[in-house]
């Protein structure tokens, strides 16, 4: 917990002020900044399955050490360095960090929470937000120092973070599944994982809530701008903080009510449902401008961003023990690095689409063709997981059929 938290601090100080530090400071042409943004998620996105796999052959503790050494790195070239080349190859090493250590720890957590794993998640995401949250205030306080010092402070986190863990982490955590058995190869261990297809179904039913939860740094703030003007920049900061703010302090809460009253898959129903309808104000709101308009917009947002958070609040905790069941509790890590990698590919996708209809939406003045989208997208994606459901496929595998269809794939 205290790993992610301080792993969304480091990286929320530094990564929003990034690109004005490329273009201002260094005066970089926009292409060579997009160039060096888009390396690191490509490099972090495109990675995910390497890192799970490598968490699951040798142990989550060394990919979570390894990744805080090379985010370390990393992110000290970031505020060091002045050459396109060099900053691409930090920016890179930045991504391929968050690729190696996020399915480990989250692996990791699975393993050590036992049957408590719901309750693990949900506390995990508390700290996962709040580092979201103070991130960012962390580094516009150092950020009137000097940038260098953003990165250096950063880097110092990651390096303390690599000192904790290599003291606190068991050597042998996720090594046990493969003890007195042959160790499967990288290529066995990838047919295993999509081999099995009720994971595959979720993992794809899932992508749409991953679009979803992108749209407070997509079609939110296009929305804040086009209804507020100039304004729209100081609304838009504050929807991350209510965001941040609903996840740190309802998430528990949340949790635990959802457990009382429904079973894992009717919780994630519900919880993308209620992502969906969180877009449906905003195409109730009127156009024309005017202190109506504005006081719409305002309150539309602010609806929006609560019901996203809240319903993203209820879906996460279960949706990661879901992926941990449907695995059979075999190569968790590599479950989760394929999930995050099919995730990672439905928002680049998603958000392509998202800004095609924006700009068709704006020229035809109608904005809320976008919103209807979004909301039948979480509609979509709610009852694509409770066909799964009802089919029997999101039923923990049993273990033996597992390791038998593991066998027969090696065989084949």
């Given at each position: 917990?205290?790993?992610?938290?301080?792993?969304?601090?480091?990286?929320y100080?530094?990564?929003?002020?990034?690109?004005?530090?490329?273009?201002?400071?260094?005066?970089?042409?926009?292409?060579?900044?997009?160039?060096?943004?888009?390396?690191?998620?490509?490099?972090?996105?495109?990675?995910?399955?390497?890192?799970?796999?490598?968490?699951?052959?040798?142990?989550?503790?060394?990919?979570?050490?390894?990744?805080?050494?090379?985010?370390?790195?990393?992110?000290?070239?970031?505020?060091?360095?002045?050459?396109?080349?060099?900053?691409?190859?930090?920016?890179?090493?930045?991504?391929?960090?968050?690729?190696?250590?996020?399915?480990a720890?989250?692996?990791?957590?699975?393993?050590?929470?036992?049957?408590?794993?719901?309750?693990?998640?949900?506390?995990?995401?508390?700290?996962?937000?709040?580092?979201?949250?103070?991130?960012?205030?962390?580094?516009?306080?150092?950020?009137?120092?000097d940038?260098?010092?953003?990165?250096?402070?950063?880097?110092?986190?990651?390096?303390?973070?690599?000192?904790?863990?290599?003291?606190?982490?068991?050597?042998?955590?996720?090594?046990?599944?493969?003890?007195?058995?042959?160790?499967?190869?990288?290529?066995?261990?990838?047919?295993?994982?999509?081999?099995?297809?009720?994971?595959?179904?979720?993992?794809?039913?899932?992508?749409?809530?991953?679009?979803?939860?992108?749209?407070?740094?997509?079609?939110?703030?296009?929305?804040?701008?086009?209804?507020?003007?100039?304004?729209?920049?100081?609304?838009?900061?504050?929807?991350?903080?209510?965001?941040?703010?609903?996840?740190v302090?309802g998430?528990?809460?949340?949790?635990?009510?959802?457990?009382?009253?429904?079973?894992?898959?009717?919780?994630?129903?519900?919880?993308?449902?209620?992502?969906?309808?969180a877009?449906?104000?905003?195409?109730?709101?009127?156009g024309?401008?005017?202190?109506?308009?504005?006081?719409?917009?305002?309150?539309?947002?602010?609806?929006?961003?609560v019901?996203?958070?809240?319903?993203?609040?209820?879906?996460?905790?279960?949706?990661?023990?879901?992926?941990?069941?449907?695995?059979?509790?075999?190569?968790?890590?590599?479950?989760?690095?394929?999930?995050?990698?099919?995730?990672?590919?439905?928002?680049?996708?998603?958000?392509?689409?998202v800004?095609?209809?924006?700009?068709?939406?704006?020229?035809?003045?109608?904005?809320?063709?976008?919103?209807?989208?979004?909301?039948?997208?979480?509609?979509?994606?709610?009852?694509?997981?409770?066909?799964l459901?009802?089919?029997?496929?999101?039923?923990?595998?049993?273990?033996?059929?597992?390791?038998?269809?593991?066998?027969?794939?090696r065989?084949?």
């Amino acid at each position: 917990m205290v790993n992610q938290f301080a792993i969304n601090l480091a990286f929320y100080m530094l990564m929003p002020y990034l690109a004005a530090h490329l273009s201002g400071d260094l005066a970089l042409a926009a292409w060579a900044v997009g160039l060096v943004l888009g390396v690191r998620n490509l490099s972090q996105q495109g990675m995910f399955l390497i890192g799970g796999t490598l968490a699951d052959r040798y142990g989550y503790k060394a990919p979570i050490l390894a990744g805080c050494v090379l985010r370390t790195a990393g992110f000290a070239l970031l505020g060091w360095v002045d050459a396109l080349p060099a900053l691409i190859v930090a920016s890179a090493a930045t991504g391929f960090a968050g690729a190696l250590f996020n399915p480990a720890v989250r692996a990791c957590i699975a393993t050590a929470a036992g049957d408590r794993r719901v309750a693990a998640f949900a506390t995990f995401n508390v700290y996962y937000q709040a580092g979201m949250l103070l991130g960012p205030l962390a580094g516009l306080a150092l950020l009137a120092a000097d940038f260098r010092l953003v990165c250096t402070v950063a880097a110092a986190i990651f390096a303390g973070l690599t000192v904790l863990q290599w003291r606190a982490l068991p050597a042998a955590t996720g090594r046990g599944e493969t003890d007195g058995r042959q160790r499967d190869g990288v290529l066995a261990q990838w047919r295993t994982v999509v081999a099995n297809r009720p994971f595959l179904l979720f993992s794809i039913a899932m992508i749409g809530s991953y679009v979803l939860t992108f749209q407070i740094y997509l079609a939110l703030p296009l929305a804040a701008g086009a209804a507020l003007g100039d304004a729209g920049t100081e609304v838009t900061s504050a929807l991350f903080v209510v965001s941040a703010a609903v996840a740190v302090l309802g998430q528990l809460r949340l949790t635990g009510w959802a457990r009382r009253r429904w079973s894992a898959p009717q919780a994630l129903v519900r919880g993308l449902a209620a992502m969906g309808l969180a877009f449906l104000p905003l195409a109730a709101v009127p156009g024309g401008g005017g202190s109506v308009t504005t006081v719409a917009a305002l309150a539309a947002l602010a609806v929006a961003v609560v019901l996203l958070a809240a319903g993203g609040a209820v879906v996460y905790p279960f949706e990661m023990d879901t992926v941990v069941s449907l695995s059979g509790e075999r190569l968790v890590a590599t479950h989760y690095g394929l999930y995050n990698t099919v995730s990672g590919l439905g928002i680049t996708l998603g958000n392509l689409g998202v800004g095609a209809l924006w700009d068709f939406a704006l020229r035809q003045d109608a904005l809320w063709l976008v919103w209807l989208a979004l909301t039948a997208t979480g509609a979509g994606c709610a009852g694509a997981v409770l066909a799964l459901a009802r089919s029997g496929r999101l039923a923990a595998p049993d273990l033996c059929e597992a390791v038998a269809n593991t066998a027969m794939t090696r065989r084949f």
